[in-house]
Structures are given as structure tokens and as C-alpha cells.
């Protein structure tokens, strides 16, 4: 069967126009005939659905010097002896060294059979077919190229392909990088041109459930200039399958990572079906950048959690502290650093729960954040029930706020009326930073929770320089008690009947340089503020129950030693398991300790001492009240509670002498006497006072006038001599 009667497909007939470009393709002859027989035998034809474009060059050298300034042929049609009978493959050798052209396809002519190419030249420089020009009739030269073509198209998908992954690799690892959705949709739209290896306008968009939602602008990452204006109706058009979506000049992808979502539209100019892969390679781009944005949600939750209360959704500490250093700070109106703390929350979770305390944290940041909505002012949780505000001092006064929760805040099902206490540190001319400005505002809250009304106080210097003062006393005396620094004393206490030793009290002393003895109403109240006062009270029971084991075997040794004990060592839970460990390892029992409380102790946290109090007594240990008469308590309370007796304080026995003072002496008597209680009138300096309470019934006094507070040896020596 003769070639010049096969029948080709339809795409390599003539048609209609086709919307694609033409396929570039270069003839290189030095015969006039052939390009013209060429040009006719190609005349209207389209191949693989798209016309033909001819280009002609009529020796090696002109043909060279098209390919310097055009490198997009599709196939060459090469003439092998020209100039001379090596210039077609000496043009092949500069097509694909010099000029690098690895795509383009070479076909081979020739009209003198016995200069064919030996066979490895066909391998070394990629050489497609080598045809006699009495071979190549119309039908065969359509058969030739049309092979060279679909070679080359798949040639060029392959190189576009890997270029594109390579482009994706490149992109991943920016995408990586981006802290943040903005600069993420910028880095897309700057990569996407490269890896589809032609220009292209788009955006990138987060998407949102449920489908139907409303685009914003919020909504777009990056937009191309051009598409500003339509991007929202493209956004709000899009195709709603959730997955992506190809056509001749446009593509959308959906990327998603877990519960997040984004799209990316790309619009390009020329059409995208010239190479049947580009699906392919923007599905590769989808999946990569889709892991991308999982990493970058994923980082953009952790830093709102590092930014943010979870459960208030406004600022935390470490936000407000970044806001404070970068806000404004206005020269025509005065503005201040507010700490609002809600006051004894602490209580309120304990009778209502940990869900009802949440719900009115929430509620009270609700209220902060409408009231506030609108005026130029910060709100943040900086902790459990502590919040910071920053704005003009016209919307973050005491009164405005003070006012704002004059009525009860929603918690679930309960009402509850709350009290606050403000810090408040305004600002001046100071270049103090954000960490200085909340803790000096801090300073006033706590100088604030000493008042009782109004709850609030304002930073001065003066604030900062005492706290100073306080820390480093805290730490001295934290570093003096660790270094075995601190000393026991002990005060006798005198059995106004019969003048014998009946007890000593063990008194905390912390000596310092050159004899000096730092006062006790300065450092136990710093002790009880830094929590240091319960690891020091375990020492002080411990000590005195050591220092009694050997002044017991004096003789008339005192039955009991006295020791303090204060709220904290009470809210540790672990006072009782201290003081019978302290027992059990000296051999002691009970009833040789007594342990002294405050009024103002047994009345704040009645249930809690009640409950301790009892189980010391079931060990044997005697309880007495200390400073009783200057608290605030009922004969109810004072009944309930398990004691033995009560301590009068110095400031009654000082005016003793003043008949009315003697008389809260004498009811204070009268009453312990009526509840069976023993009494003990400490600070006794004169005879007088020590007469005038024998006479009306006291029965243990203590004070200078019998003996000082002094260290164990001293107070040996002091029994010794007194039994002598």
C-alpha cells in the first residue's frame, strides 16, 4: 500500500482556526526547493490540533543565529550538508551544547544517502528521525512531524513538570516560614507565576463554615491589583465542591488543614491547556500548601494562646505588657495603667464551685469589654481574677469604675454582688517601659487590699521604694533562716499564786550585726507575706519542744512551753502532722505544748481553725488565745471553739492604773473564769500591775518585771538562779 494513501486522524486535518498557538517550526535548507515543496506539503495542515508556524533558514549559519534570539522551536527540520558536508551536524552540536536546547526536536534530511550520521550520533545529541528528501512525501513528512511534535509536547510537560516541583519545593519552604495568613498569601501569589511557568493574577482567602457564609475583605490574605475590585463576588461565586477546580485560564484550589480551610484563584493570561499536566502540578502545589497553612494555623493558635486568656478571649499578661510598649501615649490627655482585682473570688469559689467562679470571671470580662468597646481603651486578664486596663483616666477612674459594679454580675444561675480594688498608676512624662508601669500599678493594688474603703490607691514613688525595702528583708530574712541565723527566746511566765515558773513562751529572734535584733513586728508580718512563716513556725514548735526536753530536767522545771502559730501554718494543712512529729521525736507529751492564736485568726477562718484546733486537742495540746480583747469576736464564736485559756493584751495591762481599763481586765477575768479558761496578762513591767491582777484573779503573768525574753543558756542560768 502506497504511503501517499493513509488517512490521518482528525487533528491533522484542516479545520476550524484552532484557539491554540501555533507550533514553531524551523526549516534549515540550503535548497530553495525544498522550503518551498516544504511549505506546500504543510499548507493549512494542523497537527495535534494546532496550525503550523514555519520559520527558514537557508544555511547553518543563519539558521544559528535565529536560535541566539528565538529558543521556542517545537521541531527543526535540518538539512545535513550545507556549507559543507558536516554543517547540519555541527549545528546539532551547538543546538544542544551551546545553546542548550534540550526540548526542540531534529529531524534529519538529506538527498545524498552515504552521508548519513553513524549510529551514536543519533543517541549523543538527541536526534529525532534522519529521513532521504525522496522519503519525506507529503503523508510521511505530516507522520514525521506529528511524532516529533506529540515527542516534544511531552518532552516540554515532563521539564514543566519538574520545574515546577522544583518551584514547589522552593515555595514550601517560604511558606513554612510565614508567621502570619497575610504574608502566606503573598508568598502563594509570588510563587504561582513561577511554578506554572507563565504570568498570573489571583488571591488567596480563608474560608469559613457553614459554605454560605458572607466573603469579607478580612476574609482576602493577598488580592492581585487588578482583582481588588472583583474579588469578593469571584470569592462569593466560587465553586462550592470542595475541591479544586481547572479551566482553560483559571484554576481554583482548595487547601485544607484539618478544620481549616483557604482557596487559591489564579487567573493567567495564556491558556493553561497548552501542556496536559498542569493539573497534575497544581494538585502537588494544593497538597504541599495545604500542609503549609496546617503549620502556620497551627502556629498562629499557639501564639493567640501565648497571647490570649482561652477562657475570656481577651489579652493576657504578656499581651498587655507588649500593648503598653507600643500604644501612644497622648500629650493632651491623661491616661493610666489600671489593675482591677475582684475581691475574696477565692470564697466564692469555694461555696459555689470552679464552674460558677469561671462563669463569673467571664461575665465580669463580658461587662469590662462592652462598657470599654468604645473607648480607647485596653482590657486584659493578667491572672486568676486580676484584669488590667490602659486608656484615658476620664474612663478608667475609681468612680467610673466603682460604678460599673454597683450591680451584680450573672454566673449561671446565681446573681452575685462583687467588690473590686483598684491599682491604679498614671502615667507622666516618665519613660518608664510596659513591665514597670503593671508592676507599679501592681504596688498600689496591693497597698489598696490593706484599706477597707474605698478599695483603691494611687502609685507614688514612695510605694516602689518601701516595696524595695520589703523584698530585701524578705530575702535577708529568708537567707538568715537558711543559714540557721535565727535564734529561739524564751519569756517566763509567772503562777501569780504561788510565784513558781509555770511555762515559757518561745519568741523568734533575728539577730544582726553589732548586737542588733531586728524587730519581730517587722519580720514575722514579712514571713507571713512570702509563705516563709510556715516552714519557719515547723521550725520554732520543733526547736521549743528540743529546747524543753532539757530544761525538764531542771528542777521545778515549767509544765509547758508556749509557742505562736500564725494563719498560713493554719491554711497548710499540716500543723497538726508537725507538732506530733516534733512530739513523737522528743519524747514529749501533749500536754507540755501550748500553742498561741490571735483573736483575729480564730474569727477570719473559723471553720478551717475549728477544725485544726480540735484535732490538737485530741493529741493533748493546749490552745490559748493571744491578744484577746483587740479582736472583733462573740462570746458564740468564743465558746465554740476548743481553748484553754485566753492571754490579755499589753496595751490593757499598761492602764491598769486608769479605772477603766481595769475594768476590760477584770471582764476579761471574770468571763475566762466563767468558761473554766485560765488567763495570762502578758507585758507586766511594775509590782503594781502584778498586784493589781492577782487581786482580781489572773492567773499567769508575763513581762519584764519577772524576765525578759532571752536565748536557752541565759534562761537556764535565770531558773537555776531563781530556785536558788
Known amino acids: 500500500m502506497s504511503d501517499d494513501l493513509l488517512v490521518f486522524a482528525n487533528e491533522d486535518l484542516p479545520g476550524a482556526e484552532s484557539t491554540l498557538p501555533a507550533w514553531p517550526i524551523l526549516i534549515v535548507d540550503d535548497d530553495q526547493d525544498i522550503h518551498l515543496s516544504t511549505s506546500l506539503a504543510l499548507k493549512n495542515t494542523q497537527l495535534l490540533g494546532r496550525n503550523i508556524d514555519l520559520v527558514h533558514a537557508y544555511s547553518a549559519r543563519e539558521a544559528f543565529e535565529i536560535l541566539l534570539t528565538r529558543n521556542d522551536f517545537a521541531v527543526i527540520l535540518l538539512d545535513v550538508v550545507m556549507e559543507n558536508d558536516f554543517a547540519g551536524l555541527d549545528l546539532v552540536a551547538k543546538i544542544r551544547g551551546i545553546l542548550g536546547l534540550k526540548e526542540v526536536r531534529i529531524i534529519l534530511r538529506t538527498g545524498q544517502p552515504g552521508l548519513a550520521p553513524e549510529p551514536g550520533i543519533f543517541n549523543l545529541h538527541d536526534i529525532n528521525d534522519y529521513r532521504l528528501k525522496t522519503e519525506l512525501t507529503s503523508n510521511r513528512l505530516i507522520t514525521a512531524l506529528s511524532s516529533a511534535l506529540r515527542s516534544y509536547a511531552q518532552i516540554c510537560a515532563i521539564s514543566a513538570n519538574r520545574r515546577g516541583l522544583e518551584m514547589i519545593v522552593h515555595a514550601e519552604t517560604e511558606l513554612m516560614e510565614c508567621t502570619n495568613f497575610k504574608d502566606f498569601a503573598q508568598a502563594i501569589l509570588d510563587h504561582a507565576p513561577r511554578i506554572f511557568d507563565r504570568p498570573c493574577i489571583g488571591f488567596v482567602a480563608k474560608i469559613h463554615t457553614p459554605p454560605q457564609f458572607t466573603a469579607t475583605a478580612n476574609d482576602l490574605g493577598a488580592c492581585s491589583t487588578e482583582l481588588l475590585a472583583s474579588a469578593l463576588h469571584l470569592l462569593s461565586q466560587r465553586p462550592q465542591s470542595g475541591s479544586h477546580h481547572f479551566s482553560a485560564r483559571e484554576i481554583w484550589l482548595h487547601l485544607q488543614a484539618g478544620h481549616d480551610q483557604a482557596v487559591i484563584y489564579l487567573q493567567f493570561k495564556t491558556l493553561l491547556t497548552e501542556f496536559g499536566n498542569f493539573e497534575q502540578i497544581a494538585s502537588v502545589f494544593a497538597t504541599n500548601t495545604s500542609a503549609s497553612l496546617g503549620h502556620l494555623c497551627q502556629l498562629e493558635r499557639l501564639n493567640y494562646l501565648a497571647y490570649h486568656d482561652e477562657m475570656t478571649q481577651l489579652g493576657n499578661r504578656s499581651w498587655f505588657i507588649e500593648q503598653l510598649g507600643h500604644v501612644p501615649r497622648s500629650r493632651h490627655e491623661a491616661q493610666a495603667v489600671v489593675i482591677l482585682d475582684l475581691c475574696r473570688f477565692s470564697d466564692i469559689n469555694d461555696g459555689l464551685g470552679y464552674e460558677v467562679g469561671n462563669a463569673l470571671l467571664h461575665s465580669l470580662a463580658q461587662r469590662l469589654k462592652h462598657h470599654f468597646a468604645s473607648k480607647d481603651t485596653l482590657v486584659a486578664r493578667l491572672g486568676n481574677d486580676v484584669f488590667g486596663l490602659f486608656g484615658p483616666i476620664r474612663h478608667v477612674n475609681p468612680d467610673q469604675l466603682f460604678q460599673l459594679f454597683d450591680s451584680p454580675l450573672q454566673a449561671q444561675q446565681h446573681t452575685i454582688p462583687v467588690q473590686i480594688a483598684l491599682g491604679i498608676r498614671s ?100 514571713a507571713e507575706y512570702s509563705g516563709l512563716i510556715v516552714e519557719m513556725g515547723d521550725w520554732v514548735i520543733d526547736e521549743a519542744c528540743r529546747a524543753y526536753k532539757e530544761i525538764a530536767l531542771l528542777a521545778n522545771a515549767p509544765a509547758r512551753v508556749a509557742v505562736n502559730v500564725s494563719t498560713p501554718q493554719f491554711r497548710s494543712g499540716n500543723l497538726v502532722q508537725s507538732v506530733n512529729q516534733a512530739l513523737r521525736k522528743h519524747r514529749l507529751p501533749a500536754n507540755i505544748l501550748e500553742l498561741e492564736i490571735t483573736e483575729s485568726i480564730a474569727m477570719d477562718e473559723p471553720d478551717t481553725v475549728r477544725s485544726c484546733l480540735a484535732a490538737l486537742r485530741l493529741l493533748g495540746v493546749e490552745i490559748a488565745i493571744d491578744d484577746f480583747g483587740t479582736g ?89 538562779a531563781r530556785q536558788g
Open 427 to 526: 502615667l507622666n512624662q516618665d519613660q518608664a517601659n510596659g513591665l514597670q508601669l503593671l508592676e507599679q500599678a501592681n504596688i498600689a493594688l496591693n497597698q489598696a487590699k490593706t484599706k477597707t474603703h474605698p478599695r483603691w490607691a494611687s502609685f507614688v514613688p514612695e510605694m516602689e521604694a518601701n516595696t524595695r525595702w520589703r523584698h530585701e528583708i524578705i530575702r535577708q530574712l529568708r537567707s538568715a533562716f537558711h543559714h540557721q541565723q535565727l535564734q529561739i527566746w524564751y519569756q517566763p511566765q509567772i503562777n501569780l499564786a504561788n510565784n513558781q515558773v509555770s511555762g515559757i513562751e518561745a519568741l523568734m529572734r533575728w539577730p544582726g550585726e553589732n548586737g542588733f535584733i531586728h524587730p519581730p513586728a517587722v519580720f514575722i508580718p514579712l
Open 632 to 720: 472583733y469576736s462573740s462570746l458564740g464564736q468564743l465558746h465554740a471553739l476548743p481553748v484553754d485559756s485566753l492571754k490579755i493584751d499589753k496595751s490593757f495591762v499598761d492602764d491598769l492604773a486608769h479605772s477603766k481599763s481595769g475594768l476590760y481586765v477584770e471582764l476579761i477575768i471574770d468571763l475566762a473564769q466563767r468558761l473554766g479558761l485560765s488567763t495570762i496578762a502578758e507585758g507586766v513591767e511594775t509590782e503594781v500591775q502584778a498586784e493589781r491582777l492577782k487581786a482580781l484573779g489572773c492567773t499567769v503573768a508575763q513581762g519584764y518585771f519577772y524576765g525578759k525574753p532571752m536565748p536557752l543558756d541565759e534562761l537556764k542560768r535565770w531558773l537555776l
